[in-house]
């Protein structure tokens, strides 16, 4: 027997033991995807380009971060003034020792410019402790008024409710009495009157004009 007689028996020979042993089936030949997922199991999975797209596409929905402001949000509750004034009251006491604290620089400050810029913070603190006890009396007015309006509904009789206009006033007399009382009526009068003196020169016809 010569040597290509001698291959071609082996060969046929393996292939009849490979049909015994797959029952005369054919072996499914891998995908291109398949077999590169056999190369590298851990990579992903690559698809065949030659595959079309279909027309919806299957989009992953995000959920969409909602930022939220605690003050204008009902999920941080009701804002209370009073409630709200009890709970941070302690930084009154701060704000006094800070208040202190600059006016015993200001003292002992010689640098001009440093000096200018520690009379103006103090300025600042100043003006906000002054809005602050001016919106501690506009509530304490209006919590009067409640309680005087309880009063009325309980007697049975009818309660009233005070304008803008008429609230404005009262705010007028009480300023005026608290500026009579601590002796600076006259230079407020003085500044007013300057004021509406400067507006009514600016509401006069020019000389150019005529």
Request: aromatic share 6%; net charge positive; charged share 40%.
């Amino acid at each position: 027997m010569s040597f290509e007689e001698l291959l071609r028996a082996q060969s046929d020979a393996t292939t009849r033991t490979r049909k015994k042993v797959t029952g005369g089936k054919k072996s499914a030949k891998p995908t291109g995807a398949t077999a590169k997922q056999q190369r590298d199991k851990k990579g992903p999975l690559e698809m065949s380009a030659k595959k079309p797209v279909p027309f919806l596409r299957r989009v992953v929905s995000v959920p969409k971060k909602i930022h939220r402001d605690p003050r204008f949000d009902d999920l941080s509750g009701e804002y209370k003034p009073e409630i709200f004034m009890k709970t941070y009251s302690f930084l009154d006491s701060i704000k006094k020792q800070e208040k202190e604290m600059v006016q015993k620089q200001l003292k002992k400050c010689r640098d001009v410019e440093r000096k200018e810029k520690l009379q103006q913070l103090l300025n600042r603190m100043m003006q906000q402790e002054q809005a602050q006890e001016k919106q501690q009396k506009l509530r304490e007015r209006q919590l009067s008024l409640k309680r005087q309006q309880r009063e009325l509904a309980k007697q049975g009789k009818k309660p009233f409710f005070l304008k803008k206009s008429e609230q404005r006033k009262l705010e007028l007399a009480e300023k005026y009495a608290e500026l009579k009382r601590s002796g600076k009526l006259e230079s407020f009068l003085n500044k007013k009157r300057k004021r509406n003196a400067i507006k009514d020169k600016r509401r006069l016809p020019s000389q150019k004009s005529l």
